[in-house]
Structures are given as C-alpha cells and as structure tokens.
C-alpha cells in the first residue's frame, strides 16, 4: 500500500471509496491477491453453505425464463462470481432451462478468474458464446440454439443484452464513501496518514448535495453516527438495469441491507472486516489483507433506482421452492438413513443447509432487490 501512503502524503486525506478500492482491489488489495468466499479462504457466503442454494437459484431461473417467454439463449450473467460455486450448483440442479442457458461468470479478480477453470464447468472463450449467438453454419465452435449449458468467465459486463443479472454480497463490496454526523451538520470521513504512515481517518466538510440528503433519509441521527454513502452502487445497479434486454428481464441483488436510518443507529456497526473467518471492525488494521464490507443501504439505492421488490432472502428462497426440496430430503432421509449412504448423508445435509439459509437472525435476513424490465 505504499503507493497510496505517498499518494495522500502528496495530495492529502483521499475518500474512503479511493481507500477501499486500494485495498479490494489495488496491486497488493485483498481480492487481487486471492482473498475471498469459502469455507478455506476468508468469509462463507450463501452458495459456500452447500449446493441447496444453488438449486433453488436453478428453480428461480426457470421461472424467469418462462416467463420471459423461454429466450434462445438464455443469457445470465453473475457479477462477484468469485471462484464458480453458485454457477457450479446451479447447473448440477439441472435446471430446465439448461439447454438454452448461456452463464457468464464476470469477476474483476484475475485470482477468481483462474478458479473458474478448476471447478469443471462447460466453460468456453467469450468469443464462442458472444456476438455468434445466432450463426448455426459451418465452423467448430459455433454456438447455436440448444446447445448450453455454457458459461464463459469475464472481467466485466460485455456489450450483449441479458437476461438476468445476479449480484450475492456484491454491492456491500462495492467502494464506498462514509459520512459522520457532527454537532449541526455531517462531515465526511477521509483516510490520511500519520508520521510512521498508519492510516487513520480524517472529517472533512461533506457537501451540501450530500448532506442534504442524508439529513432527509436519517433525520435522527445522533452525533457521531456513521453511515456509508455507496455511489458505486447506485452506478453499479444503473449499468446493470441498462443491460437488460429491452423485452424483458431482471437485475436481482442479494445482501446486508437495511435503512440508512438504521445504519445510522449502529454506531458503526454496519462496517466490517474478514480475514480468515474472523470478524473485525477496524478496517485500518491489516489493509490488503482483509474484506472490507458493509450493509446495503436500500434507500440510498432507491434515489436513482427505486428496486421494484424488496424482500428478505427467506422470502426469496420460500418463494423459489426450498421447501419443496428440504421435503424431498427428509423423505431420501427416513427411507435411507439406516444404509447410510451418499445419498442419505446428502439429503441430511441439505436440512441443515436449509436451517442456515432461512435463519432470519443471520442469512434469511438478507435483503433481495430486485429491479424488473417488464416484457409486456
């Protein structure tokens, strides 16, 4: 982080969304050295839980493709693929729309990108699923209706038209800015340095723009309260909205989330640090060595883009059929558990997967935004 420790003794105390981005996702930053989800790396996410995630995501899938009137091809994109896991369930839940499926795994992450091609996916260069979606003659790597699943790994969003772009505990990781409430107004809170180079935060008068919506949207707050101010994200949701195909689909977002009033409320509990399973709160302890995090705030979301559902991720999951499933297991369950085997141990785990994901003090209280094109 030497870089950044000169550039702030050059120009001064940088936002926190420039600190942040430097220690994500800078040369030496936590995800661009191999930092991430999984049950041997930092931080368990939904899909680390186990493949039950995956398969009510699959049963979600479907739906929208129906309802969107069965597209060939299916074109989903997941932003924060991390290493594969979601998109590697999905497809062993072999969904219907499997055929016409085409899954982008996008992630900035060079490390993530290298997973990808050890998870054993059907995966192809983006050049053989994009742009020739429609070319059925000659030629040895022509992608034509019927034949997916395929996915491809990417950097970034491409120039197509989606279907469905799905985004878990991305947003929350997105850089953000923070902002202080002072005695009559907030300050913002800057990163500087001080003499042995430690980082440490510096407030700074926020602008009036700004302040003027945060006195709206936490007109409680106390002084000394803390919210993030998460522009990356309004930007991120817009760019993704915008990628939809025109006839129809769906941006659906899946993270901490609450109300900036209540972030407000958390005395800074809202920002978090992980590293090797363990929580921390100091996010200028370790930088480049640890996620830094936060709760969504939704309505801040909602200035440029009201979501058109909001739910908890036990709504979202209930809705999509997990306990269709968990009943099938506990049915494989009773008539196996005396043999013991595979299948009966699978079935046992996906209960316990299950109590995970739906507990409405930790994962079931995960907020799902959804921002729908309509294709009517």
Do not use: K
């Amino acid at each position: 982080m030497e870089h950044l420790r000169s550039r702030i003794r050059r120009e001064g105390p940088v936002p926190f969304s420039v600190f942040m981005g430097e220690a994500l996702y800078g040369p030496d930053g936590f995800y661009t050295t191999g930092g991430g989800a999984g049950r041997r790396r930092d931080f368990i996410t939904s899909p680390e839980v186990g493949p039950l995630y995956g398969a009510v995501v699959a049963r979600a899938l479907d739906t929208w493709w129906n309802e969107l009137g069965r597209p060939s091809p299916y074109l989903v994109a997941e932003c924060g693929a991390g290493p594969g896991t979601l998109c590697r369930d999905v497809l062993r839940a072999a969904p219907e729309c499997a055929v016409e499926l085409r899954y982008l795994l996008i992630d900035t992450a060079e490390p993530m990108r290298a997973l990808h091609r050890t998870h054993r996916l059907p995966l192809v260069e983006p050049s053989e699923l994009l742009g020739q979606i429609d070319i059925t003659e000659e030629g040895d790597h022509v992608v034509g209706p019927g034949q997916g699943p395929l996915v491809t790994s990417l950097a970034a969003l491409p120039d197509e038209s989606l279907h469905v772009i799905l985004a878990n505990e991305l947003l929350d990781n997105l850089p953000f800015d923070v902002a202080r409430r002072g005695a009559d107004r907030w300050d913002e809170v800057r990163v500087g340095v001080d003499a042995d180079g430690t980082f440490q935060p510096v407030s700074v008068g926020l602008d009036p723009g700004r302040d003027t919506i945060l006195c709206r949207l936490a007109p409680g707050a106390s002084a000394g309260s803390m919210v993030p101010l998460q522009h990356a994200a309004v930007s991120w949701v817009g760019g993704a909205y915008a990628s939809l195909a025109t006839h129809g689909g769906r941006v659906v977002a899946i993270d901490y989330g609450a109300s900036l009033g209540e972030l407000a409320s958390r005395d800074g509990g809202w920002l978090r640090t992980y590293r090797g399973h363990e929580r921390g709160v100091n996010p200028f302890v370790a930088v480049g060595s640890c996620d830094i995090t936060a709760d969504v705030a939704v309505d801040f979301l909602g200035l440029e883009h009201h979501a058109s559902s909001v739910t908890t991720q036990r709504e979202f999951l209930e809705e999509h059929g997990i306990g269709e499933l968990v009943a099938e297991a506990l049915r494989t369950w009773h008539e196996r558990a005396a043999i013991g085997d595979l299948p009966a141990l699978a079935a046992r785990s996906r209960v316990g997967e299950a109590d995970a994901l739906l507990d409405p003090t930790v994962l079931g209280a995960f907020v799902v935004m959804q921002w729908i094109r309509s294709s009517r």
